[in-house]
């Protein structure tokens, strides 16, 4: 799917309507959106930006089935494949939201799989975020010319500007892993005892480094110097008990020559421990 600056494929009539809608002109003052709070307002206009519009993506996306052995610990790439892509597709359309009002980037972007009930292998994915521009006109965008994309509050967004770095996008690894049945003569050795389930061990293992690698390659492609916020989650819909998909997820920065006055940390004693 195209998502060159200011494209529109993929947007259903509506959105761009409603977009438009947003858009000063010359009989009307612009309109913003937002799912900010107040305090990641205040931040995000401190760190020399305003909002534009909420923006969001969806894809309505079928799973496929994988046939596999029972007892061979395998990632399922079909599974793995669809979840990347039916994730793209909702991230590219809330990109090209974000271009539609000339956006430098999306903050707070939040990603969204819900199950529904139309079908079975049938699930919804949303990104959705608060686009946001540049008050003094200097472009913020990617390399590529797209809008940054980043899963951070206002605040964190405003503390990691301060810092000395820029958000560029926010990456993703996934991996979705059959863990083989345990043999019968196994299980039996270890009734009663306290011991390691490794084959299960090492089946978790292997899913979660290659969500990882997989991140971390994107990250590298964006020639980003480091991610921030990462994070992986563990789910498995409704494959069933031994099908499980590892997702990271976090926001790739790279350090920017011109941060402003260093923000430099205060050390925080917590009285609730």
Same mark, same amino acid.
């Given at each position: 799917?195209?998502?060159? #600056?200011?494209?529109?494929?993929?947007?259903?009539?509506?959105?761009? &309507?409603? %977009?438009?809608?947003? +858009?000063?002109?010359?009989?009307?003052?612009?309109? $913003?959106?937002?799912? *900010?709070? =107040?305090?990641? %307002?205040?931040?995000?206009?401190?760190?020399?930006?305003? #909002?534009?519009?909420?923006?969001?993506?969806?894809?309505?996306?079928?799973?496929?089935?994988?046939?596999?052995?029972? $007892?061979?610990? @395998?990632?399922?790439?079909?599974?793995?494949?669809?979840?990347?892509? !039916?994730?793209?597709?909702?991230?590219? &359309?809330?990109?090209?939201?974000?271009?539609? *009002?000339?956006?430098?980037? /999306? =903050?707070?972007?939040?990603?969204? =799989?819900?199950?529904?009930?139309?079908?079975?292998? +049938?699930?919804?994915?949303?990104?959705?975020g608060t686009a946001i521009k540049r008050s003094d006109?200097?472009?913020? &965008?990617?390399?590529?010319?797209? #809008?940054?994309?980043?899963?951070?509050?206002? @605040?964190?967004?405003?503390?990691?500007?301060?810092?000395?770095?820029?958000?560029?996008?926010?990456?993703?690894?996934?991996?979705?892993?059959? /863990?083989?049945?345990?043999?019968?003569?196994?299980?039996?050795?270890?009734?009663g005892r306290n011991v390691e389930m490794d084959n299960?061990?090492?089946?978790?293992?292997?899913?979660?480094?290659?969500?990882?690698?997989?991140?971390?390659?994107?990250?590298?492609?964006?020639?980003?110097?480091?991610?921030?916020?990462?994070? /992986?989650?563990?789910?498995?819909? !409704?494959?069933?008990?031994?099908?499980?998909?590892? $997702?990271?997820?976090?926001?790739?920065?790279?350090?920017?020559?011109?941060?402003?006055?260093?923000? =430099?940390?205060?050390?925080?004693?917590? %009285?609730?421990?």
């Open positions: 799917m195209s998502n060159e #600056p200011m494209s529109t494929a993929g947007l259903p009539e509506a959105a761009l &309507r409603r %977009l438009g809608e947003m +858009l000063p002109s010359a009989t009307k003052k612009g309109l $913003f959106t937002s799912d *900010l709070s =107040v305090n990641e %307002l205040t931040l995000v206009r401190e760190s020399g930006f305003e #909002p534009l519009g909420l923006v969001m993506g969806s894809s309505i996306y079928h799973i496929g089935f994988q046939m596999t052995g029972i $007892f061979q610990s @395998q990632e399922l790439s079909v599974l793995t494949q669809a979840m990347y892509q !039916a994730r793209e597709l909702a991230m590219t &359309r809330m990109e090209e939201e974000a271009s539609l *009002l000339g956006a430098d980037g /999306v =903050v707070g972007v939040r990603l969204v =799989v819900n199950q529904s009930a139309w079908g079975e292998g +049938l699930a919804e994915f949303m990104a959705i006109g200097q472009s913020f &965008r990617c390399d590529d010319g797209k #809008p940054f994309t980043s899963d951070l509050s206002g @605040q964190d967004f405003w503390t990691l500007l301060r810092t000395g770095y820029r958000p560029l996008a926010l990456v993703m690894g996934a991996c979705v892993y059959f /863990v083989a049945y345990q043999g019968v003569l196994k299980a039996l050795k270890q009734m299960y061990t090492q089946a978790l293992y292997d899913a979660r480094e290659l969500a990882l690698s997989r991140i971390q390659a994107e990250a590298e492609a964006r020639n980003a110097d480091g991610i921030i916020g990462q994070r /992986v989650q563990e789910s498995n819909y !409704a494959w069933g008990s031994h099908v499980i998909e590892f $997702f990271s997820i976090g926001t790739a920065v790279r350090a920017w020559p011109n941060p402003g006055s260093i923000l =430099v940390p205060a050390p925080v004693i917590s %009285l609730t421990d």
